[in-house]
């Protein structure tokens, strides 16, 4: 028998309005909206051309595990021990991926003899070693090549890291194919990635890199990137992406018998979580807020990233409803509630000029990191939930 759904247990509101003239939250407070979970799976399940896995490390809350399940998702982009024992402790039937290029020692040997996880990734010959000799010769996996891909369109680039090239590529997949393993390459093109056609750049990387090694490829995974709508940030309608990538699959020597998989993290859960904040102090055109970069905004602050959350604000009124100010937008410093000067979100906000302590921000599509990043620093941890919709 399942367990009864955990998110059951949330309290429900019609909406954020709500939520907001009843609750008057002192403390930050997620809304999740289960209905918006379904869109974003639906998007991949109805249209994407094989496995939609979650990257589990965008938001690894059991509440947003649970959303995801129960939107239809049921592979899982998993990067350690643990995260497989989170997915596999609520869903035993999960279909686990380990697909991070470098792991603890043991790491590959408990995850196959225990949770049976049979696909890996590599970028270099000492990570195919030991994931060979840990899961005691490699025959059984299907091991894919990571290739590092330049940075077109996204805004976090994800191949400085991992990924090598497909020179090397090539060398690492025909060392897996004689391993007797079954070959596949990855690649991430970089997360919040605005352009389609980085996907068709390095799929096209990833034929040449299979040609050069000879090798066959029956696997190839995407991997994530996939964008969610922001300010500031222009998302190209999702079946470019789709159309982009079924064709340039196309192009591969046998299509039909490469098994794709995709590994979105943000494009299947920014948009079903919003968050509702207060305003505490105005000091002028600084607003302190009860939450920030140590807790839900930390992505706000990494290097290249220049999108923010859509957000409004909301006062409630003498009649207790929560009511929207929109007058005469100005820009504002925010600030969270720690005492660190660096607690601040990077670029300033427009908001209306009128707003005040005890206002509320509700900021919208924030489902992606934010959570997973957050910290207690000060002993600020928003952890406060909410339901709503559908
Ligand atoms: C982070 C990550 C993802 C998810 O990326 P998004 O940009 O959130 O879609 C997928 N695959 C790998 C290997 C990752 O490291």
Redesign the pocket.
Same mark, same amino acid.
């Given at each position: 028998m399942n367990a009864p759904f955990i998110t059951q247990s949330i309290p429900r509101y019609a909406s954020a309005e709500d939520l907001i003239a009843r609750e008057q939250p002192a403390e930050p407070t997620y809304i999740l909206w289960p209905e918006k979970f379904r869109v974003a799976a639906r998007r991949f399940l109805d249209a994407f051309p094989g496995d939609t896995l979650y =990257?589990i490390? *965008?938001n690894p809350h059991p509440y947003i595990l649970e959303l995801v399940w129960s939107a239809g998702i049921r592979h899982f982009?998993t990067?350690s021990l643990a995260e497989i024992e989170l997915v596999r402790g609520r869903f035993p039937e999960a279909h686990c991926h380990f697909? =991070?290029p470098v792991r603890q020692v043991g790491t590959a040997k408990t995850a196959f003899e225990k949770f049976g996880i049979t696909d890996y990734?590599v970028d270099c010959d000492f990570e195919l070693d030991k994931l060979i000799s840990e899961t005691g010769g490699g025959k059984k996996l299907r091991i894919f090549v990571r290739i590092a891909t330049p940075l077109g369109g996204a805004l976090?680039e994800?191949s400085s890291k @991992?990924g090598t090239t497909q020179e090397d590529a090539a060398r690492l997949l025909k060392r897996v194919a004689e391993a007797g393993a079954v070959p596949g390459l990855?690649f991430?093109v !970089? *997360?919040?990635?605005l352009s389609p056609f980085s996907y068709a750049q390095a799929v096209e990387m990833a034929r040449r890199t299979a040609q050069m090694a000879g090798v066959e490829i029956t696997a190839l995974d995407i %991997? %994530? !990137? @996939?964008p969610a709508a922001y300010s500031n940030n222009d998302v190209p309608p999702y079946h470019w992406y789709f159309d982009t990538i079924r064709e340039s699959v196309n192009t591969l020597p046998n299509p039909k018998k490469v098994k794709l998989m995709c590994?979105?993290?943000? =494009?299947l859960i920014a948009e079903g979580v919003s968050l509702v904040t207060q305003i505490i102090l105005r000091k002028g055109d600084k607003l302190y807020m009860n939450d920030g970069v140590y807790g839900s905004f930390d992505e706000l602050t990494l290097p290249g990233w220049n999108a923010d959350y859509p957000v409004r604000v909301f006062g409630v009124n003498a009649k207790g409803e929560a009511v929207s100010k929109a007058g005469g937008p100005r820009p504002f410093h925010v600030y969270g509630p720690t005492c660190d000067s660096l607690d601040m979100l990077p670029r300033p906000l427009m908001l209306p000029e009128n707003i005040g302590p005890g206002d509320f921000l509700l900021f919208e599509n924030i489902g =992606?990191?934010s959570i997973a990043l957050r910290t207690n620093f000060n002993g600020f941890l928003p952890d406060r939930w909410a339901i709503a919709g559908n």
């Amino acid at each position: 028998m399942n367990a009864p759904f955990i998110t059951q247990s949330i309290p429900r509101y019609a909406s954020a309005e709500d939520l907001i003239a009843r609750e008057q939250p002192a403390e930050p407070t997620y809304i999740l909206w289960p209905e918006k979970f379904r869109v974003a799976a639906r998007r991949f399940l109805d249209a994407f051309p094989g496995d939609t896995l979650y =990257a589990i490390k *965008s938001n690894p809350h059991p509440y947003i595990l649970e959303l995801v399940w129960s939107a239809g998702i049921r592979h899982f982009d998993t990067a350690s021990l643990a995260e497989i024992e989170l997915v596999r402790g609520r869903f035993p039937e999960a279909h686990c991926h380990f697909m =991070a290029p470098v792991r603890q020692v043991g790491t590959a040997k408990t995850a196959f003899e225990k949770f049976g996880i049979t696909d890996y990734v590599v970028d270099c010959d000492f990570e195919l070693d030991k994931l060979i000799s840990e899961t005691g010769g490699g025959k059984k996996l299907r091991i894919f090549v990571r290739i590092a891909t330049p940075l077109g369109g996204a805004l976090l680039e994800l191949s400085s890291k @991992f990924g090598t090239t497909q020179e090397d590529a090539a060398r690492l997949l025909k060392r897996v194919a004689e391993a007797g393993a079954v070959p596949g390459l990855t690649f991430h093109v !970089g *997360s919040q990635c605005l352009s389609p056609f980085s996907y068709a750049q390095a799929v096209e990387m990833a034929r040449r890199t299979a040609q050069m090694a000879g090798v066959e490829i029956t696997a190839l995974d995407i %991997g %994530g !990137g @996939f964008p969610a709508a922001y300010s500031n940030n222009d998302v190209p309608p999702y079946h470019w992406y789709f159309d982009t990538i079924r064709e340039s699959v196309n192009t591969l020597p046998n299509p039909k018998k490469v098994k794709l998989m995709c590994e979105p993290g943000r =494009a299947l859960i920014a948009e079903g979580v919003s968050l509702v904040t207060q305003i505490i102090l105005r000091k002028g055109d600084k607003l302190y807020m009860n939450d920030g970069v140590y807790g839900s905004f930390d992505e706000l602050t990494l290097p290249g990233w220049n999108a923010d959350y859509p957000v409004r604000v909301f006062g409630v009124n003498a009649k207790g409803e929560a009511v929207s100010k929109a007058g005469g937008p100005r820009p504002f410093h925010v600030y969270g509630p720690t005492c660190d000067s660096l607690d601040m979100l990077p670029r300033p906000l427009m908001l209306p000029e009128n707003i005040g302590p005890g206002d509320f921000l509700l900021f919208e599509n924030i489902g =992606a990191y934010s959570i997973a990043l957050r910290t207690n620093f000060n002993g600020f941890l928003p952890d406060r939930w909410a339901i709503a919709g559908n």
